[in-house]
């Protein structure tokens, strides 16, 4: 008889080494790194090869302050991955940080699940789960300033 399996299935991970990597390499060391455009100055994500507001191929990545709002929220009742049924419910923000950039994100580990409303200030919290992954997760700005 097969033992029945107990262990909490694993969430699904980004891809780290793709178009992105400079990203994910700058969570682990506490940035936000975003591709920037050389023509007009503005700032993109998720990574693209043209600028979507001027279409230049020339950019660089570059860090940006991790202070935002929320802009909308969803609270999520039906887990589309396993791994997420132990946090159900669990809380999705839609964030714009100061630099006109948008993410998508949850907040961080120990904030209650309603202190964040739209229009809330916030800032980056980056949270480790193994030595090659940190998610980019948001704390209400106000709580501990
Ligand atoms: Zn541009």
Redesign the pocket.
Known sequence: MTPIDTTVPEKPRPKLDGPEKPFWDGLREGEIRVQR?E??G?HRFPASRY?P??H?PEFQWEAVAGEGEVESFCVFHKAYFPGFVPEMPYTVLQVKLDSGVRFFSNPAEGEAKDALAVGTRVRAVFEPVDNDLTLLKFRSAEARS
């Open positions: 455009c023509n007009c503005r600028c507001h001027c230049s």
